[in-house]
């Protein structure tokens, strides 16, 4: 089972997370103390307040998330060691953001409100070698940084109003995002419009290159999340805007992360040769409003949420429906009267 191979890795950590198991049908009152109403259910108790664990159960994953559940809001870290133990300790999962000269009260609010998304510290002091390793020449100063796409950024300011939470909230992702289950799902809570790049093989020589010409763009448009997907890789949510293997390839389009798309005129593919500048005049188009709009062939957004997460819900069902057919047909193998039974006192 994934938790009992997750348990003795989150016991072992440097401020443990204990896993216990309770039979719920045997402990009936304990499970309806708690609002346990189906099976498995996992409960995180975080200094005695329960909240229900919905995140991935798979023991690699489980143990990334329960990490992130129980950490600070925001670390503070106090030389160079503690930030070199703190990024290494995060790994490669989330996205962190690591303040420097940085008074902790700005971000807290930030550190809570997205404790399950990223990694928030504070350091207090710090060599100038860090500020060489993180690549900033001032302080106070907001590193963000995505050690699983490689990619970092700096913020100097200003640290107040919407500033500060626009840099935060755009930094959760990376500057080009790769679509997939995962990627999809982290979208839902980000507004802005996705530049969506649809690619052959996203796992190719030429594909590799040409994330790093959006990169560049991304990182001047931020208003906008860049994205990108190979039909090899997901078909069907390609098929949506009526791309097929037979359609010349790489396009450009503007999504809404809905229901509708933008098609800019003129700038519908890249061609071979130069496609920084390719890019840079389908994004000057799109601003001009020179586009056609689109309605997706196939399953909104939404759509494709919901039915990645209804996925499990259905081969329960799935299962269910199955083995009451089991219990009619085998209960319909044996309808001959059976003698009654007395039992004497």
Known sequence: MQLD???????????????????????????????????????????????????SRKADQLVRNLKKFVAPDVSILESDTAIKNFVENAGTSFPMFL?????????????????????????????EDTMVTYDFDKVPALVAIHPKYKEQSVSYGPFEGNFLEDFVRQSLLPLVVPINTETLRMLNDDERKVVLTIVEDDSDGNSTQLVQVLRSAANANRDLVFGYVGIKQWDEFVETFDVSKSSQLPKLLVWDRNEE??????????EEGDQASQISQFLEGYRAGRTTKKKVSGPSFMGFLNSLVSMNSLYILIFVISLLAVMVYFAGQDDTPQPRRVHEE
């Open 99 to 127: 303040g420097f000269g940085l008074n902790e009260s700005l971000i807290t609010e930030y550190g809570r409100k997205y404790k399950k998304r990223a990694w928030f510290a504070v350091a207090k002091d710090f060599s």
């Open 261 to 270: 798309y933008e098609l800019v005129d003129g700038s519908e593919r890249l």
């Open 5 to 55: 191979e997750a348990a003795p890795v989150l016991a072992g950590l440097s401020e443990p997370i204990v896993v216990a198991k309770v039979n719920a049908d045997k402990y009936r009152k304990l499970g309806s103390k708690y609002g346990v109403d189906g099976f498995p259910t996992l409960m995180l108790f975080i200094h005695g307040v329960p909240i229900e664990y919905t995140g």
